[in-house]
């Protein structure tokens, strides 16, 4: 997330600051399904139904082979909304209506800074 927003920021060009794009789903390294022992995403979730393939070929179509309209209907930052398990398209990263919260790890977390006799 950081190297999106960097890039945002700071690419070279006008045209490679407008280029990124960020996708964040419910996987990890091993798996995309969005399944997990404890949790299962739902079907929609998992990148080859969300379509990922089709958006990496749009990214590498722009960036590769040159096609300047490729990303013209992809939005600069699509995420997965657990909870509600949708996918989401949106404008920028972070999110406007974001509210950023510190934490505090001791034994557990928490946004109360721990006393002196807690650490």
Known sequence: ??????????AGTAEAREGQRLIIGPW??????????????GPLA??????LTGLHMKFFGRWL???????????????FVMGIDQWRDEQAWPLP????TDFHLTSTATPTPPT????
């Open 46 to 51: 998992d990148a080859q139904m969300m379509g």
């Open 97 to 100: 209506d974001t509210r950023w």
């Open 1 to 10: 997330m950081r190297t999106y927003t960097t890039a945002r920021q700071k």
């Open 65 to 79: 082979r040159g096609g300047t309209a490729a990303l013209d209907d992809v939005a600069p930052v699509k995420i």
């Open 116 to 119: 002196a006799t807690a650490c």
């Open 28 to 41: 990890d390294h091993l798996a995309t399904n969005g399944v997990y022992a404890d949790r299962s995403f």
